[in-house]
Every structure is written in structure tokens, then in C-alpha cells.
């Protein structure tokens, strides 16, 4: 059985920072690039950031570039997203998911959310102002 579960989120004050944490299982984790969505109330859900298989490559939104930092280790089949300087507009639901994607990065794929194979539940990340 597959499963995506999602930790680390929670309330915290602009320019904090927050980790979140996301255990995989039920398939090979090395075959799958794995990506952070979110989405906040009345919008869709957007990218924010992808890992190559490896964890060689990474992608990100432009909103989060030089604040989030993807990771993952592929020893214990979890991937992390280190959110700094969190700002309001960050507020959302978070969700990991993974796309079976091992070619050449970076790829308009990532981006798609309907590439990504299996997603988990999602934790709320809430940032006050």
C-alpha cells in the first residue's frame, strides 16, 4: 500500500522558519522524483519544488527561490522542505507527492501536478503576519 504522509506544519510569525517532513512507502522510492504543492483557500494548487531521484537536481517556484530548500534521503524514503523567512502569503496546505520521472533535468513535467503519481494528505502550514 502506498503511502505519502506529511509532517512539521503548524502556525508560526513571518520570518520564521518551518520543516516539513514527508515518510514514503509501498514503492521504490529511487524511481520517483519527488515535488512539494500547495494550495491555499480559493486557489489552485501550485508548485513549489522538486527533487530528482538522486537528489542531484532540484526545481523551485520563483516565489520560494533562495528561501525553501528541497532534500531528501533516500536511506531512510523521506523528503524534506526547509521553509526560511516565511512570509504570509505562504499560508497553504502542503502536500508531497511523487511522479515515476527519472529523465533530464529541469522538466516542464514537474511542474504539472497531474504527472505526480501518488500524493499524500497534506499538512497546514499557517504564517501570521
Known amino acids: 500500500q502506498v503511502q505519502l504522509v506529511e509532517s512539521g506544519g503548524g502556525l508560526v510569525q513571518a520570518g520564521n522558519s518551518l ?9 521504490t522510492f529511487t524511481e520517483y522524483a519527488m515535488g512539494w504543492f500547495r494550495q491555499a483557500p480559493g486557489k489552485e494548487r501550485e508548485f513549489v ?10 526545481s523551485y517556484v520563483d516565489s520560494v527561490k533562495g528561501r525553501f530548500a528541497i532534500s531528501r534521503d533516500n536511506a531512510k524514503n523521506a523528503v524534506y522542505l526547509q521553509m526560511n523567512s516565511l512570509k504570509p502569503e505562504d ?5 508531497c507527492a511523487a511522479d515515476r520521472y527519472v529523465g533530464s533535468w ?4 514537474l511542474l504539472n501536478n497531474r504527472e505526480y503519481e501518488y500524493w499524500g494528505r497534506g499538512t497546514q502550514v499557517t504564517i501570521s503576519s
Open 49 to 58: 519544488a522538486a527533487i530528482s531521484w538522486s537528489g542531484g537536481s532540484t
Open 91 to 95: 499560508t497553504a496546505v502542503y502536500y
Open 19 to 27: 520543516r516539513l517532513s514527508c515518510a514514503a512507502s509501498g514503492f
Open 106 to 109: 529541469p522538466s516542464s513535467r
